[in-house]
């Protein structure tokens, strides 16, 4: 059964998201390849790790840096773009319930 009131906790959620941003947030070390640099030691003493933005932009992965300051201002927004399909994934099950409810289980 659906809890009481699970379309309008979704449908609020839904209408108060803020905005949403694509691509996943990784944390990666690098190494930049100059000769001498610590980065190339045995073992090796890497870059970073820097916070790094990803996401696909008309088939291309397109990866920039995100600093402390910035993931601060934007987290909300990235943490929207995995409710938000969550959110619909619920929906969409009630939406089937009330329709199986509606018209029987069966298709005619
Ligand atoms: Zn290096």
Redesign the pocket.
Known sequence: MAEPGARERIESSLGESGFALPGSLVWRST????AG????DDPPVL?GPYLTWTRTVRGKTVTRKITEDQLAHYQEWFDNDRKLPQLVRELETLSLRAFEQAEGGKSR
């Open positions: 190494a930049c390849g100059k640099c610590h980065c190339q870059h």
